[in-house]
């Protein structure tokens, strides 16, 4: 590891004086000098503008994929690589029973053949800047609600600004270090991006649920998009038959050269949220209400789901993108709270802010703005317990769980456009698109029931809403019951029904059941809402506490889904006595195959088995091994949104793709282990050679250009 005392890379060293450089989610137009320093000396070769700023710097060909994932586009016809599970929504909604692209994959032989995706979009960095002394000056003695309407304002007017030089263009400002600065970052977006290829998910997906967050990974983990444009501009444009592929300016190389134990290694890409300034008491309530209610409900909704997908294709595609969604960070947060507990870390954390403590006792001048509260912040956290409790619950029992949940809260919450005359309020009418090819009744009734009575267990009473006491008086706790009941009284399931702006819909049992939901949301909301500012305010300080307390040291912001750089080294790790090595072999994922009987997420197609199995891997072979590497490690910074991130060596050439962290270190979002942290990348020519051997893609291949 490094041996640089100036840099500070991990934030929760947690008083070590051994600092290492690999931790760390670098914004890149205000990367520090010694970052950068660091990062040549450890083998980076560009100069710091083909980070950022400079017309073929590597930030202008990563991309937020979609607002949950990152990419990067490889090729002059806007090719993009990211993630199969990225990509795992598009797929699925293009997969039917007789064209299952989940378990078959796809190829698109021509642009003619490449498949559109509703609200599927790229979106480009173009520009960052810091503008804290200005949202500071606007928001000074504000509260959230009225600082958040303010920064929505000055966001519009930004934006508004910026479209006036350029349309396609608009601006998103967001809080870093806890809310002590703010960026405005302008982005372009693309919204016509079509599915191009994809393995299958027995490839894309191998290991399934048994090796998530696991290491040795053997999971081919890509799929691949294009972005189209306005044949006029090259810009931005929706969906058209007419638009065409979008040539940018510059692309990622791709290369074929490999790694070795130590090289460099290199992510950019959009990191979605980690809370590692978060104090004792936060970590604390994370793990014994967060994760621990999370876990608990989706043991059930797991459950359910895959009861009902092993028994129908039918309704296996229906769920899959919403079964994989959840048992994502229901294994994460039960990795995390092991973590947790077996480092110690909320003691740990707390021996740190005693150290903060002392260096504020110390202090002859008292700065309000880092003077944190301990004690007053532990007492908030103990106070919000109840109504976090209760606030998990709801959301994982209630938000976007069953169809009929989904249709209770969105008629009574307003997000149904009316449809009639607009100038006649009383012949306008609310109704639900038919999409019962989307789920199944059987399914969504036992979900219903299931999670009404789970809520019922795991809450305080007085989170109850009013219609608990109709499923107790008229029902006897029967919560089967009491769900066909609703199913059949409630015209909420009813095809084509059309609810009028009438009394009437009020005496209907499934819009009472929404509307005292959301009732029951806003009585825990506004419980947890006073605490919940107060909590932040005093966080606030803690971040900028521990910030001026080492303020010979660079610090990066936790990520927020901006656009983040980190950077170390390609490596494994040692943990009572197992040693990960770096890599894994096509020998390795042949086994696994071999296993399929016993794991059953260990199946694949027979021809997966052959060309695994192949003695000649040609020019994907690693020159050095002599083998076929399928997946590696690096000790870089990942967490979610970090999906789909290139990997690239020392040159800028991408040799993989960021897929996912090991279960060793999944305590990572809140505090990173530079011993057991590492990231679990893709390598590109696993990727390439499934392209060419599986998927036969010559086009897409010339097009790549692979070096």
């Known amino acids: 590891m490094k041996k640089s005392t100036l840099l500070i890379a991990g934030l929760l060293a947690l008083g070590s004086t051994s600092m290492h450089a690999d931790e760390g989610m ?35 060909y990563v991309v937020n994929f979609s607002g949950f994932c990152s990419g990067v586009v490889v090729s002059q016809d806007g090719l993009v690589f990211t993630n199969h599970h990225c990509g795992f929504s598009a797929i699925n909604a293009h997969s039917t029973v007789e064209h299952d692209y989940m378990k078959d994959g796809f190829y698109a032989n021509s642009f003619a053949e490449e498949l559109p995706n509703e609200d599927l ?25 009225e600082t958040e309407a303010i920064i929505d304002s000055l966001t519009n007017h930004m934006t508004d600004s910026i479209k006036a030089i350029d349309k396609t263009l608009h601006i998103s400002i967001d809080p870093f270090y806890e809310g002590n600065k703010y960026y405005a970052t302008t982005y372009q977006d693309f919204p016509d991006v079509r599915l191009v290829f994809t393995v299958p998910k ?48 510059h692309w990622s190389p791709v290369s074929l050269e490999g790694y070795k134990d130590k090289d460099f290694a290199m992510t950019v890409g959009y990191p979605g949220s980690t809370t590692r300034y978060l104090s004792s008491y936060g970590i604390q309530q994370r793990r014994d209400i967060d994760n621990t209610a999370r876990v608990q409900a989706r043991d059930i909704k797991l459950a359910i789901m895959k009861k009902y997908m092993d028994k129908s294709e039918k309704t296996r595609i229906q769920y899959e993108n919403q079964y994989v969604t959840a048992a994502n960070y229901w294994k994460n947060s039960m990795g995390m709270n092991k973590c947790i507990d077996s480092i110690g870390l909320i003691r740990q954390k707390a021996e740190y802010e005693a150290k903060i403590q002392r260096w504020l006792d110390e202090k002859t001048v008292k700065d309000p703005t880092v003077n944190v509260d301990f004690a007053k912040l532990s007492s908030l956290y103990d106070a919000s ?21 989904k249709r209770a809260l969105d008629i009574t919450r307003g997000a149904i456009e009316p449809q009639g005359p607009q100038d006649n309020p009383k012949k306008q009418y609310m ?55 609703l199913y059949s009284k409630s015209k909420l399931m009813t095809k084509g029904y059309k609810f009028y702006n009438d009394e009437k819909n009020l005496k209907d049992p499934g819009i009472a059941l929404g509307m005292q939901l959301i009732m029951t949301y806003k009585e825990i909301m506004a419980d947890l809402g006073e605490k919940a500012e107060s909590i932040e305010n005093e966080e606030k300080k803690l971040c900028e506490a521990k910030v001026q307390m080492e303020m010979d040291m660079p610090h990066y912001s936790d990520a927020n889904f901006t656009m983040r750089l980190s950077y170390g080294q ?23 195959m071999k296993r399929a009987s016993q794991v059953e997420d260990y199946e694949a197609e027979p021809i997966m088995m052959e060309l695994m199995d192949a003695k000649d891997f040609g020019r994907y072979a690693d020159k050095t091994t002599g083998k076929m590497q399928l997946c590696f490690l690096t000790n870089n910074d990942i967490t979610g949104g970090n999906s789909g991130s290139p990997i690239f060596d020392g040159k800028g ?47 897409l291949l010339q097009e790549i250009n692979p070096q």
């Open 26 to 60: 670098w914004t890149l137009y205000n990367l520090p000098d010694a970052v950068y320093d660091q990062m040549v000396a450890e083998g980076f070769q560009l100069p710091c503008d083909m980070l950022y700023n400079s017309p073929n710097a590597i930030s202008n």
């Open 121 to 145: 979009f790229v979106s480009f960095m173009k520009n960052q800047q810091d503008i804290t002394a200005r949202v500071n000056k606007l928001i000074a003695g504000k509260n959230s609600e």
């Open 202 to 249: 027995s490839m894309g997906k191998f290991g399934g649920e048994t090796d998530n967050w696991m290491w040795p990974r053997q999971t081919c983990d890509f799929s691949v998009f294009r972005i189209y444009a306005d044949p006029k501009t090259n810009g931005p444009a929706a969906y058209s038959k007419d638009n065409v592929p979008y040539h940018p300016e």
């Open 385 to 405: 317990n109840e109504s976090a409790l209760a606030q998990i619950y709801w959301t994982e029992s209630f938000w976007k769980v069953s169809e009929l949940f």
């Open 431 to 485: 109704q639900f698109k038919d999409n019962s090819d989307e789920w199944n009744l059987a399914l969504d009734k036992e979900m219903t029931a299931a999670m009404l009575k789970n809520y019922a267990e795991q809450v305080p009473a007085k989170y109850l809403p009013d219609f608990y006491t109709t499923i107790k008086t008229k029902f006897g706790n029967n919560y089967k019951k009491y769900t066909e009941w």
């Open 570 to 592: 390609v490596g494994g790790y040692m943990i009572g006595g197992f040693n990960s090595n770096y890599y894994t072999t096509a020998e390795s994922i042949v086994e696994k």
């Open 653 to 699: 050439r991408l040799i993989g793709l960021a897929f996912d962290g090991n279960w060793d270190s999944l305590s990572s979002d809140i505090n990173f282990d530079r011993k057991l942290a590492r990231c679990i990348g893709v390598d590109i020519r696993f990727v390439l050679y499934l392209m060419d051997k599986w998927g036969h893609a010559d086009r």
